[in-house]
């Protein structure tokens, strides 16, 4: 029982530690951090680092980006995949389980893999240094896990639900909006979660396709911190709590959902 | 009931994006790995299967580059399977601490690979890290190592890295999967008087199959696909000692301009993770458990 109890708080120290060093760290000064990496500040919580970001970087910028991005990328994706699963479940044919085969045969591609001629195809699109052509990527990227998911789900509807609009002489539009989309509620939520991390902490898309400060979002523009900070940590930790804090302050607070959404997506995809 | 033709058009928006944005480049990826495309210039020649043979025969680089893949995948498959099933086993039971503990544990999951790689850059940092740090102050400063700067030991250093970014999500799977086991089974393995051992072995083993197979075969995959961390700690370096297969694409294609060549590589890579999910399907299927 004292082992299991003794295991259970290292592996919390070594979860809370590091994280507990990020916050410090970020409010200490490079000089301090040098002397004792793992102390407190001498004279109290300097908010120094954080007014230097700002003036030295963009970060508003960014946090900006990251913004449009994830919301855009977010709700497409749902919206789309969404059609997706509602055709496939209204078909209920050889055609629909064709298509359905095609989306998520895409979970079984990395991005690692088409990333050298999807890098070529955007910049023949003229869709380099745009937020729309991240958008677009990301949304045709994770329509294969979305699809799964909400096809999934779909399928467990009853389908008297749908026959009863039709003869209410509801369209496929209609009972898209008014029969599917409510009762999927709970499944677009917990796969909407799922994205927003996603979307939120990719990298490799705009690694690959943006190079202007004006369209970089918040992990690559962290990544380059490094190259510009070199390892002034009280400056990098502080780029990471602003680019980790909507994320943090949401897990905070939809806690279960986060737990529960994110592992759907990671055991079905 | 017939269904109006107007259904095909739900598909379209979705269909256009992902054909446009992942099909064609599947297909082309496929194209290019028979040319020697450089990626600038519209002229290209076709060079058969040459770039399949150099990766498999003329690249040593890209053979160190598996070799390290699979250190990496078996360290983490590993540790992060063990660590979460151990820990899943403790925190099974839905108390306010179990709870709140299973939250801190997955916690890491939420950050970006970045924000994860330099956190762990300055705990490896050779001066002023907290590991070194911490062995010095536990009497073990012999052990005291540059931990990415090593190329003996920096995979494994990242290993360790990628575990603690998503053993807490494992953990999570492996309850799932624990709690679903009928409290029922383990009152007759108590009245009938099994060991500790015993009941995990007879009871809660053969029904957590399932989850296991989903946590080894995603965590597989998982590292296959680390990119971002990798690439944000380490680059791959030092001499190619953490080049995975994802980096050393991007590397090829975009730090030496050989587009024909980085597409062979990608499709062996997919070929490989097709392989993987072809085979965690084929276990899941066989694992199904009956009550």
Redesign the interface.
Not at chain 2, 6 to 11: E, H, M, P, T, W
Not at chain 2, 101 to 115: H, Q
């Given at each position: 029982m004292l082992f299991r109890k003794f295991s259970l708080l290292i592996y919390a120290l070594l979860i809370l530690i590091p994280l507990v060093v990020v916050l410090l760290t970020s409010v200490k000064t490079l000089q301090e951090t040098f002397r004792d990496p793992l102390g407190l500040p001498d004279g109290g919580f300097k908010f120094d680092n954080y007014v230097a970001i700002f003036q030295e970087q963009t970060m508003a910028g960014y946090f900006l980006n990251s913004t449009i991005v994830t919301l855009f990328s977010v709700s497409f994706t749902l919206l789309l995949a969404a059609m997706v699963a509602f055709g496939i479940t209204r078909m209920n044919n050889w055609i629909g389980n064709v298509l359905f085969a095609v989306f998520t045969l895409g979970m079984m591609v990395p991005a690692q893999v088409i990333m050298v001629p999807l890098y070529s195809l955007m910049l023949d699109l003229g869709l380099t240094n745009s937020l729309l052509g991240l958008i677009l990527v990301n949304i045709s990227s994770t329509l294969p896990i979305a699809v799964f998911i909400l096809t999934g789900f779909m399928k467990t509807l009853p389908k008297e639900l749908f026959e009863a609009s039709t003869i209410d002489g509801a369209g496929n539009w209609k009972m898209f909006t008014k029969v599917a989309i409510p009762l999927s509620l709970p499944s677009i939520s917990a796969t909407a979660i799922f994205l927003f991390v996603m979307h939120w902490n990719d990298l490799l898309y705009p690694l690959l396709f943006i190079t202007d400060n004006a369209y970089k979002t918040l992990p690559l523009a962290l990544l380059e911190f490094q190259g510009q900070y070199s390892t002034n940590y009280p400056m990098l930790f502080t780029g990471v709590i602003i680019a980790s804090a909507p994320m943090v302050i949401a897990y905070v607070f939809l806690q279960r959902y986060f737990v529960a959404g994110i592992t759907a997506g990671a055991v079905k995809g | 009931?017939r269904?109006?033709k107007?259904?095909?058009?739900?598909?379209l928006?979705?269909?256009v994006?992902?054909s446009?944005?992942?099909?064609?480049?599947?297909i082309?990826?496929l194209f290019?790995s028979f040319t020697d495309w450089d990626?600038l210039s519209t002229a290209f020649q076709f060079v058969g299967i040459d770039n399949y043979t150099r990766a498999f025969t003329g690249d040593s680089i890209f053979q160190k580059t598996i070799g390290n893949n699979l250190k990496f995948m078996l360290t983490v498959v590993v540790f992060q399977t063990l660590?979460a099933l151990?820990?899943a086993l403790?925190?099974i039971k839905n108390t306010k601490t179990n709870v709140f503990?299973?939250?801190?544990?997955?916690?890491?999951?939420?950050?970006?690979?970045?924000?994860v790689a330099?956190?762990?850059a300055?705990?490896y940092?050779p001066s002023?890290?907290?590991l070194n740090?911490v062995l010095e102050l536990i009497g073990l400063d012999f052990l005291a190592q540059n931990w990415l700067g090593n190329s003996n030991i920096a995979i494994y250093s990242l290993a360790i890295t990628q575990v603690?970014f998503h053993a807490?999500?494992m953990l999570?799977?492996f309850v799932?999967g624990l709690q679903a086991i009928p409290e029922e089974l383990y009152e007759v393995a108590k009245i009938e008087g099994a060991s500790k051992w015993q009941t995990f072995k007879s009871v809660t083993w053969p029904l957590l199959a399932p989850s296991a197979t989903?946590v080894v075969a995603?965590t597989t995959?998982q590292s296959?696909?680390a990119?971002?961390l990798v690439?944000?700690m380490t680059g791959g370096g030092p001499n190619n000692s953490t080049e995975i297969?994802?980096t050393y694409?991007?590397d090829v294609?975009?730090k030496s301009y050989q587009?024909g060549y980085?597409?062979a590589i990608?499709?062996i890579?997919?070929v490989i993770?097709?392989l993987i999910?072809y085979l965690q399907f084929k276990a899941l299927r066989s694992d199904r458990v009956s009550y």
């Open positions: - | 009931m269904i109006s107007s259904i095909y058009l739900f598909f928006p979705g269909l994006l992902y446009l944005f992942f099909l064609y480049p599947t082309s990826a290019y990626g660590v151990a820990f403790i925190v503990l299973r939250a801190l544990y997955f916690f890491p999951t939420i950050l970006s690979s970045v924000s330099f956190i762990w300055f705990i940092d002023m890290g907290i740090q603690w807490g999500q999570i799977i799932a989903i995603y995959i296959f696909k990119f971002d690439f944000a297969i994802a694409i991007y294609a975009f587009f980085a597409s990608s499709i890579f997919m993770i097709a999910t």
